[in-house]
């Protein structure tokens, strides 16, 4: 199994190669000793469409030298691309749509000749339409370290941002019953899972589908009552939904970080009414005080596009004094890439590669003395961290991530201390910033 893209897809991979497990194979680390690749794709940008072509075409290679029987390819980029993905590479034998995820046991048995875990037919390509429900991930053979899972709440998205693919690909948004991701996490909890990290391309619009509005107020308090879970954190926050409720829940949560991620996109009223963002300036700027008032030592994760057509000298100029004002302890920034299929593509006045380059740039410069910043303001504290590995090589000194640092994506915390062990929290003692990154010693027992 190779994964490749978001948390969303990883936990698509995940309950993927749990069934298959279930249905009778066994999980080998090295492609070349495998009967059945499965890669996993992403199609959500050029880049990520690119990385999936590559690594499809490696196990292409494979295949036609014989290290390899079949290849089977499921995920975003599959469901964007469709039957023109054989053209490119003859060689993939099953194409699976992203809701056909379950059906992957029946599906490879159809092209590897296993009968007895056959139902379907040997259709190259499969793609079923959305089933309106989401489905369990409650076979999950997990990726991840053992104490930290991605918990999906949500599926799709209701938003007509102009820049975005993703409704196209994974359909409308789709909740899950509150009930069904409790037992989800306490499944994950038993596993050894301490941190949960929900997920979704809209977590704030979580319940309106099933509810009568927003429920993630609601959600995030019955994840607090369970036992086995000690950190949650919240990301891919939509700001309009981001409620008074919702709000209070998380400022008075046990479990629930003091971090937010909240992909703004832009400032400026020109582009986010072009970006069909359905949310003003003005009104991020108030949600943003807001938060900031209400829930004490927050983190802000957020991510930014630069150079979407019709971006003027004067709209970046804003982009770039709301940075500068926002001060964003974390913060992703993306130069605009054309993507077919969108609005956003058949605006005028799109800006060349060299000024988005620059502006990306510009920004990330003005950010990165923020994030310093931020990471010398962290001395002299005294913070948990969530022990993720040992440093190789290095006496007592483990890698680790305190409630600011979301995995994969943010800094990292170096902790000195004795008898440390990965999924330990360990209240430590920050003694010094390198750049992004935190220096601590252990100072208390892990819990």
Not at 253 to 269: F, T
Request: charged residues 30%; proline residues 4%; glycine residues 8%.
């Amino acid at each position: 199994m190779i994964s490749l893209g978001c948390p969303k897809n990883l936990i698509d991979s995940e309950q993927m190669l749990g069934l298959m497990q279930k249905g009778g194979y066994r999980w080998v680390q090295k492609p070349q000793k495998a009967d059945v690749v499965i890669v996993n794709t992403c199609g959500f940008i050029d880049q990520a469409r690119q990385e999936s072509l590559d690594v499809i075409r490696q196990m292409a290679k494979l295949k036609s030298r014989g290290k390899i029987k079949k290849l089977v390819v499921t995920g975003c980029l599959v469901e964007r691309d469709r039957e023109v993905l054989f053209e490119r590479c003859p060689d993939i034998d099953r194409l699976v749509g992203v809701f056909a995820r379950d059906e992957i046991v029946d599906l490879v048995g159809t092209i590897n000749g296993d009968e007895t875990n056959t139902k379907g037919s040997c259709n190259r390509a499969v793609f079923p339409k959305s089933p309106g429900l989401l489905p369990k991930d409650d076979q999950r053979k997990r990726l991840t370290a053992r104490h930290t899972a991605y918990l999906k709440i949500s599926e799709g998205c209701d938003r007509v941002c102009s820049f975005c693919t993703i409704p196209s690909i994974r359909g409308k948004h789709v909740s899950k019953p509150v009930e069904q991701i409790v037992s989800e996490a306490r499944e994950l909890g038993a596993s050894g899972a301490r941190e949960l990290v929900l997920v979704g391309q809209d977590t704030s619009y979580y319940g309106f589908d099933l509810y009568d509005g927003p429920r993630l107020a609601q959600l995030v308090s019955e994840l607090d009552k369970v036992d086995s879970i000690d950190w949650i954190r919240l990301m891919y926050l939509y700001p309009m939904h981001i409620t008074e409720e919702l709000i209070d829940a998380i400022s008075t949560s046990k479990k629930v970080l003091p971090y937010l991620d909240i992909p703004l996109q832009h400032a400026s009223e020109n582009i986010l009414r072009r970006m069909k963002r359905c949310v003003t300036g003005k009104e991020v700027e108030q949600l943003l005080g807001r938060l900031r008032e209400k829930i004490e030592t927050l983190v802000l994760r957020s991510t930014l596009i630069v150079g979407f057509p019709g971006e003027t000298e004067r709209d970046f100029e804003e982009l770039l004094e709301f940075v500068s004002r926002q001060k964003f302890e974390r913060l992703g920034v993306f130069g605009y890439c054309r993507e077919p299929g969108t609005a956003a593509d058949l605006l005028d006045d799109h800006l060349d590669a060299r000024t988005i380059d620059a502006r990306r740039n510009m920004v990330l410069t003005s950010q990165q003395s923020i994030a310093f910043d931020f990471a010398r303001s962290q001395v002299g504290r005294k913070l948990n961290v969530l022990i993720d590995s040992r440093v190789p090589d290095e006496r007592n000194v483990h890698l680790g991530r305190s409630y600011a640092d979301a995995p994969d994506v943010d800094p990292l915390v170096y902790v000195t201390g004795e008898g440390l062990a990965a999924g330990q929290i360990v209240p430590c003692e920050i003694v010094a910033s390198q750049e992004y990154d935190l220096i601590g010693f252990a100072i208390a027992e892990p819990y």
